[in-house]
């Protein structure tokens, strides 16, 4: 069975910096793209970065320049680098892991971020 644990969220004043980190655990191939995801009270679910097992990332538009995603292959731990906050990535941040292989995406439990001005 496949397990993401998310860890780092918290409350920071805007312009600070947080770090969340995910870690899996279970059978997942080594081919695949980790990444994260956010949900805002009351809007939908965005994704913020990825990087795929090779080290190939992609960002929103929202945090390029202001957020760094990186992984630790033999940790199996992906990072979210998180600094300018602002009030705006206030939201529950999710780490996901898809599978190259399966298609199969599995997503963890959620960390909450809050930003205050």
């Known amino acids: 069975q496949v397990q993401l644990v998310e860890s780092g969220g918290g409350l920071v004043q805007v312009g600070g910096s947080l770090r969340p980190s995910c870690t899996f655990s279970?059978?997942?191939?080594?081919?695949?793209?980790m990444g994260w995801y956010r949900q805002a009270p009351g809007k939908q679910r965005e994704l913020v970065a990825t990087?795929?097992?090779?080290?190939?990332?992609t960002y929103a538009d929202a945090v390029k320049g202001r957020f760094t995603i990186s992984r630790d292959n033999a940790k199996n731990t992906v990072y979210l680098q998180m600094n300018s906050l602002k009030p705006e990535d206030t939201a529950v941040y999710y780490c996901?892991?898809?599978?190259?292989?399966?298609?199969?995406?599995?997503w963890g439990q959620g960390t909450q971020v809050t930003v205050s001005s």
């Open positions: 996901t892991c898809t599978d190259f292989i399966t298609a199969r995406t599995y």
């Open positions: 279970g059978s997942i191939r080594t081919s695949n793209r």
């Open positions: 990087i795929t097992s090779g080290g190939a990332t």
